[in-house]
């Protein structure tokens, strides 16, 4: 297994996820800190957390493909072959050597070896030394949470997968994994996230790291994974009315509104120190989707706020046609740049139409503004990404209550009617529906409150809809609704998915 590889460990590369040297030798020969000087203070351990958390930013793809591979957007972009990566996952094209799904694998084992660096350290560092400190274990909490998160993109990406935990691999090692059944895995990421809200605070007070209300709203999405109803739905319970869905649905997306009242877990992105490296575009500080959504050439004068970008994964007329009159989601999901053009003519807004595929459409939750990146402004862009909201706990717990084994169809249109109330601005869009209907309604208001927001197609693919929704697009039922184990790794002696 080529891939899963040692990351060179050095506090500086931890603290700024600045390194990318993959190592197959003794860095003793390069660097004169190793693992066997590390570890020995309370300072050690909190930067190499920090590291722990870096991997997530590496994700961003993720939140494309959930989109790009269903009918909710199209790839976009220059021409078919700008972005192939995408374009063929778009298309149901993709193979082993996308370097796309290739680069999510490696980015998730990453952050699981760092975890695992950290945890077969927890007790005594390599020297046999034991060092304490107030909040050793709150830490732990945010690296098993992290662990968890890692583990939960790669089983719901690729099912079964080589599982190891409280070690780094070695070199030797990583060439005698094997694919652990998909269950065995999700009971490794429901231990860690137990153990994380046994010791992780309600409240953190740096933005950006997790708590225990996270924790437990990720357990819930993960047993909501798994058919798991009746627990998804006691787990989620903790989780609500500890956060409020703020009156406007827009400016949750907005910088004003990072780490807001409804925000559960985002990840963080930053445009403060400028660096880049176009060698690995996704594994830059800033969030590249950004970029990727915004309009070519957008540009404009007298405090026009948006920058220009590269066109791609733009929502289509199908996903538009879902939203009812009156819903304020649609025009802060679907940027109609046309349309906003002739709303502000002081801002004289010239732009050019998406050379491939043009829907006349764009990302509008994040696009790209003037100001809100720096240095390599394409690489740059500091938005975050809202991983778990408020209004997806709600959703989540909705379809809970629906589905679970002493059914409350009473809670569950409560929860689904708060989000469509903020969504509305009344009561007079509440659904009443019970059973079969209830869950349909729910699945739908999913796919509107989180268009363009990366789970369309992982919610598909767990509640059997793929196949319906997507067979018109390429989709192959039995093979599809799992991604390739990358080549590399099949060469290295994993077994691959089927269809592949």
Partial sequence: MKSIKIFTVIMACLALGACKKWVDYNPKEDFKITDQEYLRSEADYRAMAVGCYSPLTWLN????????????????????????????????????????????????????????????????NIAGETVTFAGKDALYGETYFLRAYYYFTLVKMFGDVPLFADRRLGVTETNSLTRSPKKDVYAQIEKDLTSAIAVLPVVQVEQGRATKYAAQALLGKVYLYQGKYTEAAAMLENVINKYSLVTNYGSVFLQSGENGPESVFEIQYSNGQATYDWGHPTRNQGNLVVQQSGVRGFSGINGM????????????A?????????????????????????????????????????????????????????????????NNFRTIRYADVLLMAAEANNKAAAANDAKAQTYLNLVRRRAFGNTSHDITATGIALADAIFLERRRELAMEGEYFFDLVRTGRASAALSALGFIPGKNELFPIPLGEVNGGLTQNPGY
């Fill in 305 to 316: 706020p948006y920058a220009s970008g590269w066109s791609t994964n733009l929502p289509t």
């Fill in 318 to 382: 199908t996903l538009a046609a879902i939203y009812e009159a009156g819903d304020q989601r649609k025009d802060v999901t679907l940027f109609n740049v046309e349309s906003y053009k002739q709303a502000n003519p002081a801002y004289n807004i010239v732009y050019q139409v998406a050379p491939y595929r043009n829907t006349g459409l764009y990302n509008g939750k994040y696009q790209p503004r003037i100001g809100e990146s720096s240095g390599q402004i394409e690489l740059n862009y500091g």
């Fill in 61 to 124: 793809q993720l939140v494309l493909i959930g989109d790009v591979i269903t009918d909710n957007s199209v790839t976009g972009g220059e021409s078919a072959s700008d972005q192939l990566p995408l374009q063929q996952i778009d298309n149901f094209t993709y193979t082993s050597v996308n370097s796309t799904i290739a680069d999510l694998w490696q980015s998730a084992y990453e952050g699981i070896n760092r975890v695992n660096y950290l945890t077969q350290y927890k007790d005594k």
